[in-house]
């Protein structure tokens, strides 16, 4: 039976209706009698019986003389006749038996035994409680138990006075996670503790079940109930994110060393006050851990000032995103400033920064290749050809601080190259001392001394301003590189590294604005010395031609295939650790746009999540790959160091690199940007397809709200899913993630009586990864909420084993998208 069809549901039903009907101690019988519980008067408990055809069929005609459990043996014959497959079913003489024994109902269903479930049990125990009937202990923990479990995934308004008067008057909730049913020991509850709406709690703590037993029954716990529990889960989010919104805030005016500032004149920005009146602010400053907001005092004296904490910045939402827009606008011209004093050359007592062979960024129509630091503390942006400037708004701020931020990484990634080529002493004393200088220069960013050496560091702000380094291994001198500079040249500097220059050198650097050489150089040399292959010369500096694969024994599809899957091995293993770190990593993020090929054709299955979980990995803008054979073809060339990772086909494997990894974006710049803004906006233009999973159109496997979040179950006996209700989750994400785990779970076929615990683990992978491949297809987050450190172990050192996952993943998720269809 599903719990919709349980009559008896009476602790879900009586749940708003005020618990104290459940638990007091007088109960209505049904006839508008009181009963209480004396226990001398109590009823021996029904006696075991069976209900035969010919009983039921009488009973059906005399039901205003059945008893309480002729009622219940009727209802189930009842139901049980509409399941049954049997021909006579439509015959009204035809009653399935039911069997009432110690204490469990049970019915007859084409010959199969269909027992009451543990709840549905529990629910006839109470009832025959509550007519009187004597129970024992175990019947009597059955009930209590059952009780516990219907409290669980519920939030609760702690009435105490004493209690809320010591939190100075705030609500305080709690929110029951799970039963603690242990043998021997008395039933508990796992809660957590909320002093304030938020999905973060304070405490977590075991009560037992007899403690709280009595709190609701006095009424000094009332449940919100679905309406209010979700209206609450709103509001907690809204408050979370301002929170974090607030902290970060703070942070940013700490590091960027602007702690105070003014609202405009006519701002329409106004905070409502408890009163009933709205203040205009007039000035914000930073005052300890909190932000200050001043009023003008002729208005009103008494709220000259306000002190908004992260507890309260829900109320302030638009005051923090004004001083956020602010400060970044400040900011920008401030890390613009610091970029290019430290990375720059002098010229005249300003700083420029020079581009180089490709301009830093295009703006409004300019390519900027010149951005001078003045020393009135202004930032000049120019084209040298055209000696055209522009005008920077804040937007365009932002963009050209991350232009210069990634040419700084360029510049340091070569002097750290030339550091490490060099054989010449003096150059190396130059080349570190300048590596000092930019260090030093760079400290204002490890403001908790976290950071202990210019890599640590530098990886630590490319990772603020979200710019992805140029070379992750610049430590690392490419053979190629090598071959380039000769011995005799070693203590000359290449235009690129213009950082390595002494004092004396930068001073003769000819102006900007003229179209010249930048101090000392190297790339005529470079361009000069012989090269070994013609091809490779007409490359973009850093890249090289991508080769035809190797040929031979240890190169066969069968041997490619099994590394493919060794490195798939490897790449699972660092999500799951990723996942164990961070409870709120997603397989795949909604936000990641779908992996597609030189065609446009979007990836799916294995090769889908692969490559997803790899541009995670590797940090790349836009999941668009390309293929060796495909890159040959359109004579693109890659990085030098550039990774490549496979992708499965039916005649084997073949590797693929990434868009950002090969020239196209160096050579095409116009068509780079171009695709990168047409494959975000068709994906932004679809919608998320997982509201279709649990639609009555597809769902074709029946659902019984009973679970709780994160423990979703098949039950392969009664072919019914058994999650929390979706209210019960804290995002929509969770409900969707556990549904997809289920449905995976109920496509596979698994031998109970064989089953051993390393069969188990597998399935439960499979159902993990398969929902994280749907969640792919439908754009939801699924997180991974269980852990194994037999799966890592497995999918690092067995290829095989990362390849029955990922086939079974794929054919159990395809399956179940496949209903769709049908």
């Not at 994110?241 to 329409?268: D, W, Y």
């Not at 220069?441 to 992805?468: C, M």
């Not at 991974?784 to 998720?813: C, F, G, H, M, V």
């Amino acid at each position: 039976m599903s719990e919709n069809d349980n009559p008896a549901g009476i602790f879900g039903n009586r749940l708003l209706g005020g618990w104290s009907k459940i638990f007091g101690k007088k109960h209505d019988n049904g006839k508008g009698e009181k009963q209480g519980h004396d226990h001398d008067k109590l009823k021996p408990f029904p006696p075991n019986h069976f209900f035969s055809q010919e009983e039921l069929c009488f009973l059906a005609k005399n039901q205003e003389q059945c008893s309480r459990l002729q009622s219940w043996a009727l209802q189930m014959s009842l139901w049980a006749r509409t399941k049954s497959n049997e021909q006579d079913r439509n015959n009204p003489q035809f009653f399935p038996a039911v069997q009432w024994q110690d204490g469990l109902m049970s019915t007859w269903i084409d010959s199969e035994a269909t027992p009451d479930s543990i709840d549905q049990q529990a629910d006839r125990l109470y009832q025959l409680q509550l007519d009187g009937y004597k129970m024992d202990a175990a019947f009597v923990r059955m009930i209590e138990a059952r009780a516990c479990r219907s409290l669980v995934g519920n939030l609760f308004v702690d009435e105490r006075q004493n209690e809320t008067a010591s939190r100075k008057g705030g609500k305080h909730f709690i929110w029951i996670k799970a039963v603690v049913d242990k043998s021997g020991e008395d039933l508990a509850l796992s809660i957590f503790h909320y002093n304030k709406i938020s999905h973060h709690h304070e405490s977590e703590e075991t009560v037992s079940y007899k403690q709280f037993k009595p709190l609701l029954e006095n009424k000094e716990m009332t449940a919100l109930g679905g309406e209010g529990q979700r209206k609450w889960n709103d509001e907690a989010t809204a408050r979370d994110m301002a929170e974090e919104k607030f902290t970060e805030l703070v942070c940013l005016m700490r590091r960027s060393n602007i702690c105070q500032g003014m609202f405009p004149a006519h701002s329409s920005i106004s905070i409502h006050q408890e009163e009933g009146k709205d203040y205009v602010p007039m000035a914000w400053a930073l005052s300890g851990d909190g932000i200050k907001i001043d009023f003008d005092p002729q208005v009103s004296i008494s709220k000259s000032s306000l002190l908004v904490t992260s507890n309260d910045s829900y109320r302030f939402v638009d005051v923090l995103d004004y001083i956020d827009k602010t400060i970044s606008e400040q900011d920008a011209s401030q890390e613009l400033l610091t970029f290019v004093r430290i990375f720059g050359k002098d010229f005249c007592g300003d700083k420029v920064l020079s581009s180089g062979k490709y301009p830093l960024c295009r703006i409004n129509g300019i390519e900027i290749d010149r951005v001078t630091a003045k020393a009135s503390d202004t930032i000049v942006a120019f084209n040298n050809d055209t000696l055209e400037t522009v005008t920077l708004s804040s937007e365009d701020r932002i963009t050209l601080l991350k232009a210069v931020i990634r040419r700084s990484d360029e510049l340091l990634t070569g002097l750290k190259s030339d550091l490490q080529r060099t054989t010449d002493e003096k150059v190396q004393d130059i080349l570190q001392d300048r590596l000092n200088n930019i260090h030093q220069g760079l400290s204002a960013y490890n403001t908790g001394d976290n950071y202990h050496t210019l890599d640590e560091l530098w990886q630590h702000i490319t990772s603020i301003f979200r710019v992805k380094q140029s070379a992750e291994t610049a430590t690392v001198v490419p053979a190629s590189a090598v071959k380039v500079i000769e011995a005799p040249q070693s203590t000359e500097v290449r235009d690129k590294e213009p950082l390595v220059h002494n004092q004396n050198e930068v001073q003769s650097v000819q102006e900007p604005i003229a179209k010249s050489d930048d101090g000392i150089k190297m790339p005529k040399q470079v361009d000069e010395a012989p090269s070994i292959e013609p091809k490779k010369s007409q490359m973009p500096e850093g890249y090289i031609r991508i080769e035809p694969s190797s040929k031979g024994r240890w190169h066969t599809a069968e041997m490619l295939r099994r590394e493919a899957y060794r490195v798939y091995g490897k790449l699972l293993s660092a999500k799951l650790k990723k996942q164990l770190d961070n409870d709120n990593n997603p397989w795949v993020s909604k936000q990641m746009l779908t992996p597609r090929d030189i065609k446009g054709t979007v990836y799916t299955g294995p090769n889908a999540i692969m490559l997803a979980l790899w541009t995670e990995q590797q940090g790349f803008e836009l999941p668009f790959f390309i293929t060796e054979e495909e890159l040959r073809a359109n004579e693109l060339g890659i990085l030098q160091d550039a990774k490549s990772l496979f992708i499965l086909h039916k005649n084997g494997t073949s590797r693929v690199y990434n868009i950002a990894q090969t020239t196209f974006p160096v050579t095409q710049r116009r068509s780079y940007e171009s695709l990168k803004l047409n494959m975000i906006a068709t994906e932004r233009k679809k919608t998320s397809g997982y509201q279709f999973l649990d639609a009555d159109g597809f769902c074709k496997t029946a659902l019984k709200f009973d679970g709780v979040p994160g423990l979703s179950v098949y039950d392969y006996a009664e072919k019914v899913i058994h999650i929390a209700p979706k209210i019960n989750f804290e995002t929509e994400d969770d409900y969707y993630r556990d549904l997809a785990v289920a449905m995976v779970e109920s496509t596979r076929e698994v031998d109970f009586d064989t089953l051993r615990l390393d069969t188990y683990l597998f399935e439960n992978l499979v159902s993990h990864l398969g929902s994280g491949i749907i969640s792919q297809s439908c754009r939801f987050n699924a997180t991974n909420p269980e852990y194994s450190r037999i799966w890592r172990e497995r999918l690092e050192n067995n290829p095989e084993y990362t390849k029955r996952i990922l086939e079974q993943s794929d054919a159990a998720s395809g399956q179940v998208l496949q209903s769709a269809l049908t």
